[in-house]
């Protein structure tokens, strides 16, 4: 059965082309810094946006009417979407892609129910990836939308909740491992609090980290080879979410010896959230050495929740590619659209214009970040910004061969040399050039 009829492989035709359903800017066996767009980019399709979401919001229920929900069969749903969301990827070619246990099979009466139905869907899915070559980049759990996690999960109150979500994550990873998951995400769900008058914040973190060592602890266990991720954000569902940001989630994992087993999964709508930008999120990792995945979207200035919109801020997506770029490039990692259409955009070619709109503005991003690192545009003024470093008494910092009393001496003695302009201005319109007339 085919779903999205009428709508045929989507191919690149360049930035000349009036075809939506074509690529302007993604062409995917492109070489740009030594690999191919595809390789660079490994874009993921969110199972959860694209399969599940049907268009409710707070004041009203779905709008999105598909295909491939046509059946009152809790089973037979979850197999036709499957199938919709293998037909879907094929036609975009996008080679991965990202899922919660809940979006694959419902659950049943009982957590045994639930795992037996995963049991029936992971063969099926297992299957579809045999036959088009497409990958899992990550697998998690949904561990905060059953009313049993209203107190959250790994940082519950109830201990019987944080051992039902044990089990619940336990088996989540033997699927990621069973469909060759290249990562394993932990996004924090209800892992925070609403108000202090009734929250024991140092009981709750410590039992976070006793559950992520128990996952790092059973992912060895059975041979899960992928990388452990943890996705920050700042607020909803909760108010305080325990995963602000980077930095945080970073003192975090130092604190309890985690460090060496996860790196940051950056979601760009979840750094603004955070009153930083996407390339900050990302440089944090960078600079850190835990630069892993990432969430691509974009929330809206004037909106103050996790709009998850597609990404469409080429501005944005050149800096984020930046960032990718100096730390590498992805490993294990890539883009996630973790993207939903506007609940007015319910037709089904919807979701094919959203993902190609985003898939072009992330391979545009690619494309300029590329050539500002080629002709060292930025490099160049940060080396000679920080030359002071490089000899003299900023050598001698650096190399720890100074202190106070040395550096006292230098100052009366020496006073300092001049500053000079930071040329934000002069930077940014240069950065705008390279937006606008990168080929
Ligand atoms: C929620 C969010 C999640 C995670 C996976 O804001 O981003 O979809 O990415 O649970
Ligand atoms: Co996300």
Redo the contacts with the bound molecule.
Sequence with gaps: MEYFEGINKVNYEGPESKNPLAFKYYNPDETVMGKSMKEQLRFAMSY?HTFTYMGNDPFGVGTMFRPWDNTEDVMEKAKRRVHAAFEFMEKLQIPFFCF?DRDIASEGKDLKETNERLDVIVPIIKEEMGRTGIKCLWG?A?AFSNPRYVHGAGTSCNATVFAYAAAQIKKAIEITKELGGENY?F?G?REGYETLLNTDTGLELDNFARLLHMAVDYGKEIGFTGQFLI?P?PKEPTKHQYDTDAATVLAFLRKYGLEKHFKLNI?AN?ATLAMHTFQHELNQCRINGVFGSV?ANQGDSNLGW?TDQFPTNVYDTTLAMYEVLLAGGFTKGGLNF?SKVRRASFEESDLFYAYIAGMDTFARGLKVAAKLLEDKVFENFKAERYASYNQGIGKGIVDGKVGFKELEAYALENGITPNVSGRQELLESILNQYIMETK
């Design positions: 959860w919660h998690t949904n995400v996004w769900g996705e954000k979601e979840h969430d996790d973790d």
